[in-house]
């Protein structure tokens, strides 16, 4: 993907010397070379924070790299130890746990707000606002809050005598639990504005017809709102195989690695086992999944006409 | 839309042209619903600014109740031992140089994007969407090291450089959706009176766009305010560290101390709190109607 920026960056001066040309198509081809300087800062800063190191992973997934000194080529050895390493098939399963925890529970949650909050009349910015407070919330802080709420000796921990990040049958649930606190309120602001958009006349009819609110809402919101709905549940399944901040900063992985995911294991893999070759297999492979999501989803809104 | 709803949109309109006001009666599962989805929402928010005022005596006997007395000196206290102040300003820096470097690279681009009918503009989309999806953990490393050999490793600017190739995918997309949503017309008229692309792009675009530029500033703000792991690995001064580290590490320092570690919490959501709840309209409203691929 990377190499296309190349190219363009490459083939703007060639377009430049048509620039003196005055006729309607020049002016045309003016906008498309200005078109591409105006890009130019993007790419620029792209290439050097994104696009370059990402090239430097993929070919250090095929090293024995350390993270210090030289880098020996050892083929797809990386690839080969991924599947046959136990702690892999742990973070993994971990993390299709916590995509399937995250495609029902806020999805529902979100959903659920959303269509709510478009059947009052009143308080609906104040609901909408007080929902959308923990996603501002930032992760370090978010996690000193409910570490304090679930203390396993003066906060509900001890109420219920459970430790639930301390716990391995609890950990990861309870992380998921922090981190969709912070979550499903921006699920509800963009289900609710896409709501929004769906024309009341349709509502009408439905109710003229008969059909009660739940009726309503699986025959006139859900198809209303159906590309924003494939793009939330996409990008979800994304982020669900990204997801570190809160692993990282509640659990690092533990107890026992019940909480440990890809993204927490390549973390340990590349600065505390100076295995940076094989992590970098990880994160091809972690891309490798949000790649195919999001060829899914562009796939997708081809073949259904959608609007961006 | 499906064949089904079409219809229905058609009858709807022969029976009745007026629109029907926005909301009907709800019954009380909804009211009773979404008031405790308020409260799971804001209490857990509650109850840290109730911890971060009690004594340390206090806050081991419960972290759920209120204070049995308001500490409110827990603030100065956690100012002073956390270095909160110089933690802000460094994120003052931090953010100011993030939004406004983002702004101008994504403002650009996204004109030229939604704008300016470039060859390979779909493809340049897709790769964005796709950029931004990255994990960071595939480009972490050998930009550690790419930013230690540049001497921008462990400096303001060069943390302000990686926020902004971070962030400035997700912002151009969000951008040029916006900009496709305005009117052609002034931006054709300002052209027919001779005015050159960038001449269209700040005297027309922008000030257009304004809504959408606040809103991605904003987004801006808070993505880079709240960053924890670019902020942890590339800033190691503790002169120079964000407001994100700075209470991690006193956290990570101060572990006896709760109700001070709560209080260093508390000071670090409400600049983002406050802000949020003063432009919370332009703020939502733009990112929700953004439409987000919707």
Known sequence: ?308 | MSITSTALLTRATRLRRRTPPKGTDAGIFTCVSLTLLALFAIGPIILFFFNSVKTSNDYAASSLGLPKTWEWGNFLDAWIQGNIGAGLINSAVVVAGTAALTLVVSGCAAYALARLDIKGNRLFINYLLISSSLPTQMFLVPLFYMAVQARLYDTQIGLILIYVGLFSPFATLLLRSFMLTMPKELEEAARMDGANELGVLFRVVLPNALPGLLTVALVTALSAYNEFLFAVTFIQNSDLLPASTTFYSFQQGFTQNYPLVTAAGVIMIAPMLILFLFLQRRFISGLASSGLGG
């Open chain 1, 1 to 308: 993907m990377t190499f296309h920026s190349d190219v363009y960056v490459a083939t703007a001066p060639r377009d430049m010397r048509l620039m003196h040309r005055k006729s309607f198509a020049a002016r045309i081809r003016d906008r498309r070379v200005s078109g591409w300087l105006f890009m130019l800062p993007l790419i620029l800063i792209n290439l050097f924070v994104v696009a370059i190191p990402s090239i430097f992973t993929l070919f250090f997934s095929f090293t024995d790299w350390s993270g210090v000194g030289d880098a020996n080529f050892i083929g797809i050895d990386n690839y080969t130890k991924l599947f046959t390493d136990p702690e892999f098939t742990n973070a993994l399963v971990h993390n299709i746990y916590w995509t399937v925890f995250f495609l029902i529970v806020p999805m529902t949650m979100g959903l659920f707000s959303a269509y709510a909050l478009t059947r009052i009349r009143r308080f609906r910015v104040i609901f909408r606002v007080l929902y959308f407070i923990p996603h501002i919330v930032a992760s370090v802080v978010n996690a000193a809050i409910w570490r304090s709420i679930m203390d396993p000796t003066a906060g509900f921990g001890s109420l219920l005598h459970l430790n639930f990040l301390g716990n391995p049958d609890t950990a990861l649930g309870s992380v998921a639990f922090i981190n969709n606190w912070a979550w499903w309120g921006f699920l509800v602001v963009v289900f609710l504005a896409a709501m929004r958009s769906i024309s009341p006349a349709l509502y009408e009819a439905a109710s003229l017809d008969g059909a009660g609110p739940a009726r309503q809402f699986f025959s006139v919101t859900l198809p209303g709102i159906r590309p924003t709905f494939v793009f939330l549940g996409l990008m979800t399944i994304i982020w669900s195989f990204l997801s570190f901040d809160y692993v990282y900063i509640l659990t690092q992985g533990g107890p026992a690695g019940s909480t440990d995911v890809l993204s927490t294991l390549l973390y340990r893999n590349a600065f505390t086992n100076q295995e940076s070759g094989y992590a970098s297999a990880t994160g091809v492979v972690l891309a490798l999944i949000s790649a195919i999501a999001v060829v899914t989803y562009l796939v997708i809104r081809r073949v259904k006409k959608w609007e961006i």
